[in-house]
Every structure is written in structure tokens, then in C-alpha cells.
């Protein structure tokens, strides 16, 4: 099972990326290289390695080349390509993009909800908190069933919105079962907001 927060060093690559890059496609190791990728080239692996390789190379120049690549995979081909855009983003935006983050958690066509709130929690802020709300009373219904973002959504909730009416609404509908919660979210929950969940 997933950490209720993820916990990811994106300063890093993949060790494949370099290789495949510059060995195979024999191509300079720049942010404008992984650009003309993600803009020319229709091999999903290469693409997949030019997204994993603007973390390292990448600058904001990069965020609306990996937006558009977030929106337009389709998720039940390619979901590796819609979570690790959103990711690479979120280490080039430094918490400036949860907003986009909280937008895709509404958006239908983007699949990898999860991603999107393990994007939101790598600089966490408030700017997401109208979306992230939105999903949570469409989302989360009980504890037994939540979605596998259920946690996030709920300690996001706890720490931005803990006094909200909505919020409230929640959190009462998870404290009905809260016993069927997964152990290791219910444990977390009991011990950083004690006093919503203990």
C-alpha cells in the first residue's frame, strides 16, 4: 500500500533516462531536446524518458509542454505518462502549479487522481483547497470505499479547511466507519489531527 503522503526525491531520474536519451536516440541531454520529444517524436517510451528527464534539465519554459501532454494521454493507454508529467511539473513549479493540480482532480479526462494530490502535497499550499474540497464531497463517501486518494484529500482537508462547513461534512461521513479506514491512514489521521479524527 501507498504512504498516506508520498514521500518522493524528484531531484532524481530515472538511470534509464540518461541512457536512452543520449545512447539511443543520440540526442543532446537539454530541456530544449526533451521539448522537440514531447512536441515531435510519437513513441511513448521516449516520451515518457524526456518527461522523467525535464525534472533534471527542465524550467518553467517546460510546464506547458508537460500540461498539454498531462491532458491529452489517454490515461487507460498510458497512465505512467499522465502521472509522471504532472509530477515533473510539480518539481519545476515549486508548489506554483496546485491550482492546475486541484483543477485535474475535476477534470474527467485526467485518470491519475492520485497523482494529482501527490503533486498538490510536494510543495503543499492552499491555492488548491476550492478543488480539492469539490472532490472530496463528490468523492468520499465512508471510509471503506474511499478513493486511493481518500487520504490526502482528508489531511489536506484537516490542515486548510479543518472549520469549513463541507469540510465538516466529510469528516463526519468518514467518522461513521471510520474503523473500516486502512490502518495506516486511520493511525496517521488519529495522530497529526487528534482533534478531527482522535
Known amino acids: 500500500m501507498r504512504k498516506v503522503i508520498p514521500e518522493w526525491d524528484l531531484d532524481n531520474i530515472g538511470s534509464f533516462c540518461y541512457e536512452h536519451i543520449t545512447g539511443k536516440l543520440k540526442k543532446p541531454f537539454t530541456e530544449d531536446t526533451m521539448i522537440n520529444i514531447l512536441t515531435k517524436h510519437s513513441d511513448w517510451f521516449d516520451i515518457l524518458q524526456a518527461i522523467d528527464a525535464l525534472k533534471k534539465v527542465g524550467t518553467k519554459k517546460s510546464i506547458n509542454y508537460l500540461k498539454r501532454i498531462a491532458l491529452e494521454y489517454n490515461a487507460t493507454k498510458k497512465m505512467d505518462i499522465q ?12 508548489g506554483q502549479e496546485n491550482k492546475f493540480f486541484g483543477q485535474l482532480l475535476l477534470n474527467e ?35 471503506k470505499n474511499m478513493p486511493d486518494t481518500g487520504g490526502m484529500v482528508l489531511v489536506y482537508l484537516a490542515k ?37 479524527f482522535g
Request: charged share 30%; glycine share 2%.
Open 83 to 94: 502521472g509522471t508529467s504532472v509530477l515533473s511539473i510539480a518539481k519545476l513549479a515549486n
Open 109 to 143: 479526462n485526467y485518470k491519475n487522481k492520485w497523482y494529482a494530490m501527490a503533486a498538490i502535497f510536494y510543495r503543499i499550499n492552499d491555492t488548491a483547497l476550492p478543488y480539492v474540497l469539490e472532490y472530496g464531497i463528490n468523492k468520499i463517501k465512508k471510509s
Open 160 to 196: 486548510y479547511a479543518s472549520e469549513n462547513e463541507q469540510s465538516k461534512k466529510i469528516f463526519t461521513r468518514i467518522k461513521n466507519d471510520f474503523e473500516e479506514m486502512d490502518k495506516e491512514t486511520k493511525e496517521y489521521l488519529k495522530k497529526e489531527y487528534s482533534k478531527i
